[in-house]
């Protein structure tokens, strides 16, 4: 017999404890960011969010 797996649940029960890290910073921080990615280590087993804020163009 096979058993129905509602998706919505397993994801939430293989998720729920896995750490994310956001990382914010303003414009001209690429740098920084890219610095940052760099010296981290690959496995370092948590994901990482970057939030990177832009500077506003003229939208007319």
């Known amino acids: 017999m096979v058993e129905s797996v509602n998706p919505s649940k397993a994801l939430v029960s293989s998720c729920k404890d896995f750490p994310v ?10 740098d920084a960011f890219i610095r940052l ?3 981290l280590p690959a496995n370092l087993g948590v994901a990482i969010v970057i939030v990177n804020h ?7």
């Open 21 to 30: 890290v956001c990382v914010g910073g303003s414009a001209g921080g690429l």
């Open 37 to 39: 990615l760099e010296n």
């Open 54 to 60: 832009r500077k506003l163009i003229n939208s007319t």
